[in-house]
């Protein structure tokens, strides 16, 4: 006991200590500031935000992963091996024989079934994830077994490459939880849900030690980590909303990391000896969603005409150069079947033409909800300027990034600027989420994108679950490339960027692992 209030007093003076107080982290713990108040539970079958997600990665352990490594090569995480059936619908994996959770209880199969059964049982937002293998709360149970504490058996009624159930079982919700501890703490059967929303039961290089929204999220490391003791004890990642309040607590040394810089700030501090820049490409993508129920964009014509309102190249070339590069299809440019033509410019004639066409040759009022922070401050406040021009009258409505997902997940937007980054690295990810909608009730259980945006397309639905199918390489991508050229089209989307992160970090700080999504970024490398 002793110990956990001495490590929580530590987290809290760390946090509370005004920068004039102290000069330097401790040694033995990271200090990130970042925007994290997206977060909104760290159960892997509910969490479906970029920062909950970086955090599961370091706190669970996944069947099928990306090593801290080798970000690159997916492998077994839980599981040593795999075998698969001849006709490609069950998988049998073999556990890891000595793992241990943070508990100390054993990782068995069993714990492994328990965690993708809670998933569907649960049904929370990234359900559709595992669903799509055919899994149902009817059926889930016996779909996926452990006929013993070595074996997980997992049969799929889809018919998917084996290559896409892999990077499916890579994602949040194949994070392995700790079966005992989460029952421990059920409460009217929710499989542990509220506990785990704020707690951890994993096997990973973390344990989470506290979390306070809107301020800190404190981490300690895992003892029973198979990849051994995390090199530094404790991260403590702080929620800084403001990229100058970031700025000026990396120059005075109050943190090691800094994750939210704006290019500008990034480029004032390249002559400071004391902070070094590591640019990283990622899979994230920058976007407007438009939501059906708004009866003006239900015309494919003004959702042609309000990309023609954007100036892509204005702002990549200005407040988000180095950070940012026009990339409009729903699959990020240099991974396997991207649609890399970007065929809407900044044209405000054209733009008008089309709205006269669809019956609005004098533009319309619209709402526009964006993050209240740095780069969706000026990104929305440029859509703006150029979309008048267009005779399209937007209001901003800012705020924090938790009300506003909460807002897009009920369907209570009208355009809404947000981001988003892959589960996994097969496109079949954001064709899932940008494409596919099965059910467009308002009561529907699975809610990808295409949902949040009331999009019922059956055709492109169609077209997504054809292309999940294909066996042939080469066919499979020239499916996904028809595909991205027609949600690029007709979809919900003004698709802008595609985002290459600048970390600013002090010059001390070494092997921080930051791949190009949420999913692969590991913190129990790091020294300093």
């Known amino acids: 006991m002793w110990k956990v209030l001495k490590y929580a007093l530590m987290a809290g003076a760390l946090i509370a200590l005004s920068p004039q107080a102290r000069a330097a982290t401790p040694a033995d713990t990271l200090v990130i500031a970042k925007q994290i108040d997206d977060i909104i539970s760290f159960d892997p079958a509910e969490a479906y935000e970029l920062s909950g997600i970086e955090i599961l990665a370091n706190i669970y352990d996944r069947i099928m992963r990306f090593e801290p490594t080798d970000v690159t090569t997916l492998v077994g995480g839980a599981a040593e091996s795999v075998t698969v059936s001849d006709d490609g619908k069950t998988f049998t994996f073999k556990i890891r024989a000595g793992q241990k959770f943070a508990s100390g ?100 290089a973390y344990v989470v030690k506290s979390w306070t929204p809107n301020d800190s999220v404190v981490l300690e490391a895992n003892p029973n980590y198979r990849g051994g003791p995390a090199k530094l004890a404790r991260v403590v990642i702080r929620h800084v909303p403001e990229a100058s309040a970031q700025r000026l607590l990396l120059e005075k040394g109050d943190v090691d990391i800094a994750r939210n810089l704006t290019p500008d700030q990034i480029t004032s501090i390249q002559g400071n000896a004391d902070i070094k820049v590591t640019s990283i490409p990622e899979a994230l993508l920058y976007y407007i969603g438009l939501n059906f129920k708004t009866k003006e964009l239900q015309d494919v014509r003004v959702r042609q005409a309000l990309r023609y309102l954007v100036d892509y190249d204005g702002m990549a070339n200005s407040f988000l150069k180095g950070s940012e590069q026009v990339h409009q299809s729903f699959w990020a440019s240099g991974f ?193």
């Open 105 to 204: 209880n054993p990782l068995t199969a069993a714990d492994a079934a328990f965690s993708l059964q809670r998933v569907i049982k649960l049904e929370k937002t990234p359900v559709f994830l595992l669903s799509q293998l055919g899994w149902t709360k009817d059926n889930i149970d016996a779909m996926v077994t452990a006929p013993d504490d070595a074996t997980l058996k997992v049969t799929i009624a889809a018919d998917f490459a084996p290559s896409l159930v892999y990077a499916l079982l890579s994602s949040v919700v194949g994070s392995v939880v700790d079966m005992k501890v989460a029952m421990e703490h059920e409460a009217d059967g929710d499989l542990g849900n509220a506990w785990l929303k704020t707690n951890s039961a994993g096997s990973g």
């Open 336 to 528: 396997w079947a991207s649609y890399d033509e970007n065929p809407y410019t900044f044209d405000p004639a054209k733009a008008k033409a089309l709205l006269a066409e669809a019956g609005y040759p004098d533009g319309f009022s619209i709402d526009l909800d964006a993050p209240n922070f740095a780069p969706f401050t000026n990104m929305a406040q440029s859509v703006q300027s150029t979309m008048a021009q267009g005779g399209i009258k937007v209001n901003i409505v800012s705020a924090e990034m938790k009300p506003l997902l909460t807002k897009y997940r009920a369907r209570e937007h009208q355009m809404l600027m947000v981001y988003w980054g892959p589960d996994y690295m097969d496109p079949h990810t954001n064709a899932d989420g940008f494409a596919t909608n099965t059910n467009n009730a308002d009561d529907a259980t699975a809610k990808p994108l295409a949902w949040r945006n009331s999009w019922d397309a059956p055709d492109v639905t169609a077209m997504t679950a054809a292309a999940a199918r294909e066996r042939d390489e080469a066919t499979r991508k020239q499916m996904y490339l028809d595909l991205q050229k027609k949600v690029l089209d007709e979809g919900p989307y003004i698709i802008m960027f595609q985002s290459t992160s600048q970390r600013a970090e002090r010059a001390n700080v070494l092997g921080f692992v930051q791949g190009s999504s949420a999913d692969v970024t590991y913190y129990n490398l790091t020294t300093k």
